[in-house]
């Protein structure tokens, strides 16, 4: 549920009562005497599906299209109609307003973004390295790869160019990150002797698992594409769906930095190309839900 406020602009106000009246949405009303080319305030509770098109209505019969609109989550609604409204909208969407502010929140500041996409990624070598899917999945959970993939797809169904420049450049900020992370851990455990001489890291089972990719590396792709919009529209947990599509890359983009480590020009091309896939596949199922 929604709370929304508007500034009706002079002249605008019956005509913008009218059309919620013909809606059956109650409100409240108050005089504006902050600025002169508005009369008035008017607050209204919405079905959070039903924000979009009321909004678009009211810009039908004189709101703003970028005048003052504040939209705010609401516990709970006592209203006559309220009921009868929600009926008449049984499609789950978000406003344009909200699917925006909702993805660029996803999308974490630069600095929060490189320090744990480094960490998640050194921790994801360590868990491959030593056979460990439990410490695989752990760096999967702090890593910060579903805000920009959520960010580029919302950006781009919605012509936001600034929001699909960010969440493009965050995406291959971060798997470039994280594939020179895992080569510099890597070779840190390679030239210090920390893994025992000889150590062949592509005999590992959880390395190999990277290295021989197959129809079921892209089902978790796709699922993760599908779950990371409807986190985004239906409130489910960010952080478990963020670890599914982390799991779809950071991985395969660990093992990347490993074969370089190593030399092996072979296992590169393998896990790059895991890594390549599931990125296409990640973006693209999320474009198409989101459109």
Same mark, same amino acid.
């Given at each position: 549920?929604? !709370? ?12 913008? !009562?009218? /059309? ?27 079905? +959070? ?38 009926? *008449?909208?049984?499609?789950? #969407? !978000?406003?344009?307003? /909200?699917?925006?502010?909702? %993805? ?46 959520? $960010? ?25 990150? $994280?594939?020179?992370? &895992? ?7 390679? /030239? #210090?002797? !920390? ?7 592509? %005999? ?7 290295? #021989?990719?197959?129809?079921? +590396? ?19 947990? +960010? ?8 799991? %779809?890359?950071?991985?395969? &983009? %660990? ?5 370089? $480590?190593? *030399? ?13 896939? *599931? ?13």
């Amino acid at each position: 549920m929604r !709370l929304v406020h508007v500034l009706v602009p002079r002249g605008k106000r019956n005509a913008v !009562l009218q /059309e919620l009246d013909d809606e059956g949405i109650d409100y409240a009303v108050s005089r504006e005497v902050g600025r002169d080319e508005y009369e008035a305030q008017v607050s209204f509770p919405l079905p +959070s599906n039903a924000v979009e098109p009321v909004l678009n209505r009211l810009r039908a019969v004189g709101l703003e299209e970028d005048g003052f609109t504040v939209i705010v989550a609401a516990e709970t609604v006592v209203s006559k109609r309220f009921d009868e409204l929600r009926s *008449n909208y049984a499609d789950p #969407t !978000l406003s344009r307003p /909200e699917l925006i502010a909702r %993805a660029e929140d996803m999308a974490p500041a630069l600095s929060t973004f490189v320090v744990m996409t480094i960490v998640s990624a050194v921790v994801a070598t360590t868990g491959l390295l030593s056979n460990s899917a439990a410490v695989i999945i752990g760096a999967m959970i702090i890593a910060p790869v579903m805000g920009p993939a959520i $960010a580029a797809s919302v950006g781009s169904v919605l012509s936001n160019r600034t929001l699909f420049r960010r969440g493009v450049g965050l995406q291959v900020l971060g798997v470039g990150l $994280a594939v020179v992370s &895992a080569l510099a851990f890597s070779l840190l455990l390679k /030239e #210090t002797l !920390l893994v025992p001489p000889g150590f062949d890291p592509f %005999a590992v089972p959880q390395v190999q698992e990277r290295l #021989t990719p197959n129809v079921l +590396s892209l089902v978790i792709a796709i699922g993760a594409g599908v779950a990371a919009v409807f986190s985004l529209t239906r409130g489910v947990s +960010s952080v478990l769906v963020g670890a599914m599509i982390a799991v %779809a890359l950071v991985p395969p &983009a %660990a093992t990347v930095g490993i074969g370089i $480590a190593w *030399n092996d020009p072979l296992a590169i091309v393998e896990a790059g190309t895991l890594l390549l896939v *599931n990125l296409l596949a990640v973006n693209l199922v999320a474009l198409g839900s989101c459109g």
